[in-house]
Protein backbone atom coordinates (compact mmCIF):
# COMPACT_ATOMS: atom_id res chain seq x y z
CA UNK A 1 0.00 0.00 0.00
CA UNK A 2 2.73 2.41 -1.11
CA UNK A 3 1.98 6.18 -2.27
CA UNK A 4 2.73 7.30 -5.35
CA UNK A 5 5.50 9.33 -3.71
CA UNK A 6 7.02 6.25 -2.30
CA UNK A 7 6.42 4.39 -6.04
CA UNK A 8 7.89 7.14 -7.92
CA UNK A 9 11.29 7.76 -6.13
CA UNK A 10 14.52 5.94 -4.60
CA UNK A 11 15.23 7.93 -1.29
CA UNK A 12 18.52 7.84 0.02
CA UNK A 13 20.06 5.00 2.42
CA UNK A 14 21.79 5.68 5.69
CA UNK A 15 23.97 3.44 8.23
CA UNK A 16 22.73 1.93 11.36
CA UNK A 17 24.23 3.70 14.23
CA UNK A 18 27.14 1.55 16.05
CA UNK A 19 28.75 2.86 19.22
CA UNK A 20 28.86 5.40 21.24
CA UNK A 21 28.42 8.96 19.35
CA UNK A 22 27.76 12.54 20.55
CA UNK A 23 26.17 15.61 19.51
CA UNK A 24 24.90 18.84 20.17
CA UNK A 25 21.39 18.88 19.07
CA UNK A 26 19.76 15.17 18.74
CA UNK A 27 16.43 14.71 16.30
CA UNK A 28 14.12 11.93 16.69
CA UNK A 29 12.43 10.97 13.94
CA UNK A 30 13.08 10.96 10.12
CA UNK A 31 9.83 12.34 8.68
CA UNK A 32 9.66 15.76 6.67
CA UNK A 33 9.99 17.85 10.29
CA UNK A 34 13.15 15.88 11.23
CA UNK A 35 14.80 16.34 8.22
CA UNK A 36 14.08 19.99 7.67
CA UNK A 37 15.48 20.62 11.18
CA UNK A 38 18.29 18.75 10.78
CA UNK A 39 18.97 20.57 7.03
CA UNK A 40 18.59 24.13 8.91
CA UNK A 41 20.76 23.35 11.62
CA UNK A 42 23.66 21.98 9.46
CA UNK A 43 23.32 25.80 7.63
CA UNK A 44 23.98 26.95 10.60
CA UNK A 45 26.77 24.61 11.35
CA UNK A 46 25.30 23.35 14.18
CA UNK A 47 26.41 19.52 15.28
CA UNK A 48 23.15 17.89 14.77
CA UNK A 49 22.36 14.06 14.83
CA UNK A 50 19.22 12.77 13.48
CA UNK A 51 18.36 9.07 14.41
CA UNK A 52 14.95 6.66 12.36
CA UNK A 53 14.19 3.85 13.60
CA UNK A 54 13.22 2.48 10.20
CA UNK A 55 14.19 4.70 7.00
CA UNK A 56 13.55 8.09 6.20
CA UNK A 57 9.93 8.79 4.80
CA UNK A 58 8.53 5.87 5.38
CA UNK A 59 5.95 6.64 7.55
CA UNK A 60 3.36 9.54 7.48
CA UNK A 61 5.12 11.72 5.46
CA UNK A 62 5.65 9.33 2.17
CA UNK A 63 1.25 9.32 2.41
CA UNK A 64 1.18 12.75 2.27
CA UNK A 65 -1.22 14.57 -0.67
CA UNK A 66 1.92 17.40 -0.48
CA UNK A 67 -0.21 20.55 -0.69
CA UNK A 68 1.80 23.48 0.38
CA UNK A 69 -0.33 26.03 1.72
CA UNK A 70 -1.21 28.30 4.69
CA UNK A 71 -4.98 27.45 4.29
CA UNK A 72 -5.84 24.80 6.38
CA UNK A 73 -9.87 24.69 6.31
CA UNK A 74 -11.87 27.34 7.58
CA UNK A 75 -9.14 28.08 10.29
CA UNK A 76 -8.66 31.83 10.81
CA UNK A 77 -12.17 33.09 11.94
CA UNK A 78 -11.62 30.39 14.34
CA UNK A 79 -8.05 31.52 15.37
CA UNK A 80 -9.44 35.05 15.56
CA UNK A 81 -12.60 34.32 17.88
CA UNK A 82 -10.05 32.04 19.97
CA UNK A 83 -6.89 33.59 20.32
CA UNK A 84 -7.64 36.85 18.99
CA UNK A 85 -6.49 38.84 15.40
CA UNK A 86 -2.85 39.31 16.09
CA UNK A 87 -2.18 35.38 16.93
CA UNK A 88 -4.13 34.73 14.06
CA UNK A 89 -1.99 36.92 12.17
CA UNK A 90 1.05 35.64 13.15
CA UNK A 91 -0.17 32.28 12.44
CA UNK A 92 -1.28 33.23 8.64
CA UNK A 93 2.35 34.96 8.36
CA UNK A 94 4.71 32.03 9.35
CA UNK A 95 2.86 29.54 7.31
CA UNK A 96 3.20 31.68 4.07
CA UNK A 97 6.89 32.30 5.26
CA UNK A 98 6.76 27.79 4.98
CA UNK A 99 5.16 28.41 1.75
CA UNK A 100 8.11 31.17 0.14
CA UNK A 101 11.03 28.88 1.48
CA UNK A 102 9.64 25.76 0.03
CA UNK A 103 9.43 28.16 -3.17
CA UNK A 104 13.00 29.02 -2.93
CA UNK A 105 14.40 25.50 -2.23
CA UNK A 106 12.48 23.90 -4.52
CA UNK A 107 14.68 25.96 -7.14
CA UNK A 108 17.76 24.07 -6.33
CA UNK A 109 16.08 20.28 -5.96
CA UNK A 110 13.64 19.45 -8.62
CA UNK A 111 10.32 18.08 -6.97
CA UNK A 112 7.87 19.10 -9.37
CA UNK A 113 6.62 22.09 -7.49
CA UNK A 114 3.22 24.08 -9.27
CA UNK A 115 2.45 27.46 -7.95
CA UNK A 116 -1.50 26.63 -7.48
CA UNK A 117 -4.32 28.40 -6.03
CA UNK A 118 -5.82 26.85 -3.09
CA UNK A 119 -10.05 26.48 -2.48
CA UNK A 120 -11.96 25.57 0.65
CA UNK A 121 -15.29 24.48 -0.10
CA UNK A 122 -18.68 23.74 1.20
CA UNK A 123 -21.30 21.52 -0.03
CA UNK A 124 -24.25 23.56 1.97
CA UNK A 125 -22.61 25.90 4.08
CA UNK A 126 -21.95 29.72 2.75
CA UNK A 127 -22.10 31.34 5.70
CA UNK A 128 -19.12 29.48 7.12
CA UNK A 129 -17.89 30.80 3.70
CA UNK A 130 -18.91 33.96 4.00
CA UNK A 131 -16.99 34.67 7.89
CA UNK A 132 -13.49 33.04 6.65
CA UNK A 133 -13.94 35.47 3.70
CA UNK A 134 -14.46 38.51 6.76
CA UNK A 135 -11.23 36.79 8.36
CA UNK A 136 -9.23 37.29 5.41
CA UNK A 137 -9.96 40.56 4.97
CA UNK A 138 -9.25 41.38 8.84
CA UNK A 139 -5.92 39.99 8.22
CA UNK A 140 -5.11 41.73 5.06
CA UNK A 141 -6.04 39.47 1.96
CA UNK A 142 -7.55 40.24 -0.51
CA UNK A 143 -8.65 36.78 -1.25
CA UNK A 144 -12.51 35.92 -1.30
CA UNK A 145 -15.43 33.42 -2.13
CA UNK A 146 -15.66 32.12 -5.69
CA UNK A 147 -19.25 31.11 -6.61
CA UNK A 148 -17.44 28.30 -9.20
CA UNK A 149 -15.55 25.58 -9.13
CA UNK A 150 -14.12 22.73 -11.02
CA UNK A 151 -15.07 19.95 -9.03
CA UNK A 152 -17.87 17.70 -10.29
CA UNK A 153 -20.95 18.56 -7.76
CA UNK A 154 -22.67 21.56 -6.94
CA UNK A 155 -21.10 23.59 -3.91
CA UNK A 156 -22.11 26.76 -2.14
CA UNK A 157 -18.82 28.21 -2.98
CA UNK A 158 -15.34 28.40 -1.63
CA UNK A 159 -13.00 30.48 -0.14
CA UNK A 160 -9.82 31.31 -2.85
CA UNK A 161 -6.14 31.75 -1.36
CA UNK A 162 -3.41 32.42 -4.15
CA UNK A 163 0.11 31.72 -4.94
CA UNK A 164 -0.27 28.43 -2.76
CA UNK A 165 2.03 25.22 -4.03
CA UNK A 166 2.29 21.27 -4.33
CA UNK A 167 5.16 19.24 -5.05
CA UNK A 168 6.31 15.62 -5.05
CA UNK A 169 7.02 15.60 -1.32
CA UNK A 170 9.84 12.50 -1.58
CA UNK A 171 11.53 13.80 -4.36
CA UNK A 172 12.09 17.25 -1.84
CA UNK A 173 13.31 15.31 1.00
CA UNK A 174 15.66 12.94 -1.12
CA UNK A 175 17.53 16.09 -2.69
CA UNK A 176 17.33 17.49 1.07
CA UNK A 177 18.82 14.63 3.11
CA UNK A 178 21.51 13.77 1.41
CA UNK A 179 25.11 15.00 3.16
CA UNK A 180 22.71 14.82 6.36
CA UNK A 181 24.09 12.64 9.45
CA UNK A 182 21.23 10.66 9.65
CA UNK A 183 21.14 7.21 11.05
CA UNK A 184 18.80 4.56 9.86
CA UNK A 185 17.31 1.25 11.57
CA UNK A 186 18.18 2.97 15.09
CA UNK A 187 15.01 3.29 17.22
CA UNK A 188 15.46 4.84 20.59
CA UNK A 189 14.88 2.01 23.25
CA UNK A 190 15.94 4.22 26.39
CA UNK A 191 15.38 7.57 27.04
CA UNK A 192 17.16 9.49 29.31
CA UNK A 193 18.69 13.16 30.61
CA UNK A 194 21.12 13.78 27.63
CA UNK A 195 20.93 9.83 26.27
CA UNK A 196 20.00 8.12 23.90
CA UNK A 197 19.70 4.30 23.70
CA UNK A 198 18.96 2.27 20.25
CA UNK A 199 19.90 -1.58 20.15
CA UNK A 200 23.64 -1.26 18.63
CA UNK A 201 24.94 2.20 20.17
CA UNK A 202 24.15 5.38 22.03
CA UNK A 203 23.59 9.10 21.40
CA UNK A 204 25.09 11.77 23.78
CA UNK A 205 23.36 15.33 23.37
CA UNK A 206 23.01 18.38 25.20
CA UNK A 207 19.51 18.79 23.13
CA UNK A 208 16.97 17.14 21.50
CA UNK A 209 14.02 17.28 19.03
CA UNK A 210 11.33 15.03 18.95
CA UNK A 211 9.71 14.90 15.13
CA UNK A 212 8.34 11.57 15.95
CA UNK A 213 4.71 12.06 14.67
CA UNK A 214 3.53 11.46 18.01
CA UNK A 215 5.61 12.33 20.69
CA UNK A 216 7.19 9.01 22.36
CA UNK A 217 7.74 10.03 26.08
CA UNK A 218 4.44 9.84 28.27
CA UNK A 219 6.02 11.01 31.61
CA UNK A 220 6.31 14.67 30.32
CA UNK A 221 4.23 17.10 28.33
CA UNK A 222 0.66 15.16 28.53
CA UNK A 223 0.74 15.28 25.08
CA UNK A 224 -1.59 11.81 25.68
CA UNK A 225 -4.60 13.87 26.92
CA UNK A 226 -3.68 17.06 23.85
CA UNK A 227 -3.79 14.50 21.14
CA UNK A 228 -5.83 12.17 19.19
CA UNK A 229 -5.16 10.29 15.49
CA UNK A 230 -7.10 10.12 12.42
CA UNK A 231 -7.24 7.83 9.64
CA UNK A 232 -7.47 9.32 5.98
CA UNK A 233 -7.60 7.82 2.72
CA UNK A 234 -6.58 8.47 -1.20
CA UNK A 235 -7.38 6.89 -4.33
CA UNK A 236 -5.30 8.02 -7.18
CA UNK A 237 -7.22 7.93 -10.31
CA UNK A 238 -6.02 8.26 -14.42
CA UNK A 239 -8.77 9.54 -17.11
CA UNK A 240 -10.17 11.50 -14.86
CA UNK A 241 -10.93 14.87 -15.63
CA UNK A 242 -8.62 17.98 -15.02
CA UNK A 243 -8.52 19.78 -11.55
CA UNK A 244 -6.55 22.72 -11.20
CA UNK A 245 -6.58 23.78 -7.98
CA UNK A 246 -6.55 22.23 -5.03
CA UNK A 247 -9.74 21.79 -2.87
CA UNK A 248 -10.43 20.54 0.35
CA UNK A 249 -14.27 20.48 1.94
CA UNK A 250 -14.94 21.95 4.96
CA UNK A 251 -16.67 19.84 6.39
CA UNK A 252 -14.68 17.17 8.69
CA UNK A 253 -15.59 14.20 7.11
CA UNK A 254 -15.31 15.82 3.43
CA UNK A 255 -13.12 15.22 0.65
CA UNK A 256 -10.06 16.91 -0.90
CA UNK A 257 -8.81 16.77 -4.23
CA UNK A 258 -5.83 17.72 -6.34
CA UNK A 259 -3.63 16.77 -9.72
CA UNK A 260 0.23 15.01 -10.01
CA UNK A 261 0.93 14.72 -13.62
CA UNK A 262 -1.60 12.77 -15.32
CA UNK A 263 -3.72 11.90 -11.79
CA UNK A 264 -6.24 13.00 -9.58
CA UNK A 265 -5.85 12.57 -6.11
CA UNK A 266 -8.92 12.34 -3.85
CA UNK A 267 -8.77 12.14 -0.19
CA UNK A 268 -11.17 11.67 2.32
CA UNK A 269 -13.05 8.31 4.07
CA UNK A 270 -11.64 9.71 7.13
CA UNK A 271 -12.57 8.65 10.99
CA UNK A 272 -10.83 8.79 14.34
CA UNK A 273 -8.22 5.96 14.58
CA UNK A 274 -9.96 2.75 16.16
CA UNK A 275 -13.72 3.92 14.74
CA UNK A 276 -15.48 3.36 11.37
CA UNK A 277 -14.85 5.35 8.85
CA UNK A 278 -15.68 5.41 5.02
CA UNK A 279 -11.88 4.07 3.96
CA UNK A 280 -11.33 3.76 0.71
CA UNK A 281 -14.73 2.29 -0.35
CA UNK A 282 -16.54 6.03 0.52
CA UNK A 283 -13.84 7.39 -1.97
CA UNK A 284 -14.35 4.34 -4.70
CA UNK A 285 -17.82 5.02 -4.53
CA UNK A 286 -17.58 8.57 -5.51
CA UNK A 287 -15.05 7.85 -8.05
CA UNK A 288 -17.78 5.39 -9.81
CA UNK A 289 -20.46 8.42 -9.72
CA UNK A 290 -18.39 11.01 -11.09
CA UNK A 291 -15.38 9.84 -12.67
CA UNK A 292 -17.41 6.87 -14.16
CA UNK A 293 -14.03 6.19 -16.98
CA UNK A 294 -11.38 6.81 -14.71
CA UNK A 295 -8.91 3.81 -13.76
CA UNK A 296 -7.27 3.59 -9.95
CA UNK A 297 -3.94 3.68 -10.16
CA UNK A 298 -2.83 3.76 -6.57
CA UNK A 299 -4.36 3.82 -3.10
CA UNK A 300 -2.87 4.63 0.40
CA UNK A 301 -3.97 5.98 4.03
CA UNK A 302 -2.30 7.84 6.29
CA UNK A 303 -2.45 8.98 10.27
CA UNK A 304 -2.61 12.33 11.55
CA UNK A 305 -1.98 13.96 14.69
CA UNK A 306 -4.98 16.45 15.99
CA UNK A 307 -4.53 18.93 19.04
CA UNK A 308 -6.76 20.90 20.85
CA UNK A 309 -7.72 23.60 19.09
CA UNK A 310 -6.14 24.71 15.75
CA UNK A 311 -2.59 25.14 16.01
CA UNK A 312 0.20 22.39 16.16
CA UNK A 313 2.17 22.30 19.02
CA UNK A 314 6.20 23.71 18.46
CA UNK A 315 8.66 24.66 20.86
CA UNK A 316 9.96 23.25 24.75
CA UNK A 317 8.36 19.59 25.23
CA UNK A 318 7.55 20.12 28.88
CA UNK A 319 8.60 22.77 32.07
CA UNK A 320 10.34 19.25 33.32
CA UNK A 321 12.48 18.91 29.97
CA UNK A 322 13.88 22.30 28.91
CA UNK A 323 16.08 21.19 26.41
CA UNK A 324 14.06 19.25 24.48
CA UNK A 325 11.82 20.74 21.99
CA UNK A 326 8.51 18.86 20.20
CA UNK A 327 6.67 19.20 17.20
CA UNK A 328 3.35 17.50 16.77
CA UNK A 329 -0.37 18.13 16.04
CA UNK A 330 -0.24 19.09 12.22
CA UNK A 331 -3.88 18.87 12.21
CA UNK A 332 -3.68 17.44 8.87
CA UNK A 333 -1.58 19.97 7.41
CA UNK A 334 2.27 18.72 7.51
CA UNK A 335 3.82 20.74 5.07
CA UNK A 336 3.90 24.18 6.05
CA UNK A 337 3.51 22.94 10.00
CA UNK A 338 6.61 21.01 9.32
CA UNK A 339 8.55 23.94 7.84
CA UNK A 340 7.30 26.26 9.99
CA UNK A 341 8.27 23.81 12.96
CA UNK A 342 11.88 23.63 11.43
CA UNK A 343 12.41 27.20 11.80
CA UNK A 344 10.88 27.98 14.58
CA UNK A 345 13.12 25.26 16.22
CA UNK A 346 16.13 25.85 14.72
CA UNK A 347 15.69 29.42 16.28
CA UNK A 348 14.69 27.54 20.04
CA UNK A 349 18.22 25.15 19.76
CA UNK A 350 19.90 28.41 19.97
CA UNK A 351 18.20 29.93 21.73
CA UNK A 352 17.07 32.73 19.19
CA UNK A 353 13.70 34.54 19.84
CA UNK A 354 11.83 33.38 17.25
CA UNK A 355 8.55 35.88 16.49
CA UNK A 356 6.01 32.81 15.67
CA UNK A 357 7.12 30.56 18.91
CA UNK A 358 4.10 31.96 21.28
CA UNK A 359 1.78 30.88 18.41
CA UNK A 360 2.55 27.31 18.62
CA UNK A 361 3.72 27.11 21.99
CA UNK A 362 3.11 23.33 23.59
CA UNK A 363 2.37 24.56 27.00
CA UNK A 364 -0.68 26.43 26.34
CA UNK A 365 -4.25 25.82 27.65
CA UNK A 366 -5.65 23.02 27.53
CA UNK A 367 -9.59 22.99 28.33
CA UNK A 368 -11.01 22.93 25.26
CA UNK A 369 -14.40 20.47 24.48
CA UNK A 370 -12.10 17.97 23.26
CA UNK A 371 -10.18 17.66 25.92
CA UNK A 372 -13.30 16.25 27.30
CA UNK A 373 -13.80 13.67 24.11
CA UNK A 374 -10.46 12.77 24.47
CA UNK A 375 -10.44 11.63 28.35
CA UNK A 376 -14.00 10.20 27.94
CA UNK A 377 -12.49 8.10 24.56
CA UNK A 378 -9.35 6.96 26.81
CA UNK A 379 -11.45 6.18 30.18
CA UNK A 380 -13.81 4.21 28.26
CA UNK A 381 -11.39 1.84 26.23
CA UNK A 382 -9.14 1.74 29.13
CA UNK A 383 -12.12 -0.25 31.17
CA UNK A 384 -13.31 -2.30 28.38
CA UNK A 385 -12.40 -5.47 29.41
CA UNK A 386 -11.01 -7.00 26.57
CA UNK A 387 -7.69 -8.11 24.61
CA UNK A 388 -5.78 -7.00 22.77
CA UNK A 389 -4.63 -4.34 24.41
CA UNK A 390 -2.12 -1.43 23.60
CA UNK A 391 1.38 -1.76 25.01
CA UNK A 392 1.26 2.26 25.17
CA UNK A 393 -1.09 2.98 27.87
CA UNK A 394 -3.52 -0.13 28.20
CA UNK A 395 -6.50 0.63 26.00
CA UNK A 396 -8.50 -2.01 24.02
CA UNK A 397 -7.10 -2.29 20.62
CA UNK A 398 -10.03 -2.21 17.91
CA UNK A 399 -9.67 -4.41 14.81
CA UNK A 400 -9.54 -2.55 11.09
CA UNK A 401 -10.82 -4.60 8.95
CA UNK A 402 -9.93 -2.49 5.67
CA UNK A 403 -6.73 -2.54 6.92
CA UNK A 404 -6.63 -5.56 8.35
CA UNK A 405 -4.71 -3.97 11.64
CA UNK A 406 -5.37 -3.53 15.63
CA UNK A 407 -5.79 0.08 15.99
CA UNK A 408 -5.93 1.59 19.38
CA UNK A 409 -8.75 4.53 19.50
CA UNK A 410 -7.31 6.53 22.53
CA UNK A 411 -4.07 7.62 21.14
CA UNK A 412 -3.83 6.09 17.53
CA UNK A 413 -1.24 3.00 17.94
CA UNK A 414 -1.81 0.63 15.32
CA UNK A 415 -0.49 -3.05 15.08
CA UNK A 416 -0.35 -5.78 12.34
CA UNK A 417 -1.72 -8.54 12.75
CA UNK A 418 1.40 -10.20 14.16
CA UNK A 419 1.47 -7.58 16.61
CA UNK A 420 4.27 -5.45 14.73
CA UNK A 421 3.90 -1.70 15.48
CA UNK A 422 3.03 0.18 12.46
CA UNK A 423 2.24 3.64 14.00
CA UNK A 424 3.25 4.97 17.08
CA UNK A 425 2.73 6.08 20.26
CA UNK A 426 3.55 2.49 21.00
CA UNK A 427 6.97 2.25 21.46
CA UNK A 428 7.59 -1.04 20.03
CA UNK A 429 5.81 -4.23 18.82
CA UNK A 430 3.08 -5.89 20.69
CA UNK A 431 4.61 -9.26 21.40
CA UNK A 432 1.94 -10.65 23.82
CA UNK A 433 1.28 -13.85 23.36
CA UNK A 434 -1.98 -14.92 22.18
CA UNK A 435 -3.25 -11.37 21.86
CA UNK A 436 -3.08 -11.41 18.08
CA UNK A 437 -4.16 -15.30 17.57
Known amino acids: MESVWQKTVTMPKFERLQGDVSTDVLIIGGGITGILCAYFLQERGIDCLLLEGNEICQGVTGKTTAKITAQHGLVYAKLIKRAGLEKARLYLEANQKAVLKYAELAKRIPCDFEEKTAYVYSVDNRKKLEQEAEAYRMLGLDDEITDTTELPFPTAGAVRMRQQAQFHPLKFLAGIAKGLNIYEHSFVTQLMPGRAVTEQGSVTYHKAIFTTHFPIDNKHGAYFLKLYQHRSYVIALEQAARIEGMYVDEAKKGMSFREYENLLLIGGGSHRTGKKGGDWQELRDFAKKYYPNAVEKYHWATQDCMPLDYAPYIGVYSPAMPDCYVATGFRKWGMTSAMVSA ?88 DKTGWFW
Open 343 to 430: MVLTDMVQEIENPYAEVFRPLRSILTGQLICNCAESVCNILTPTVPRCPHLGCALKWNKTEHSWDCPCHGSRFAEDGKLLDNPANGDN
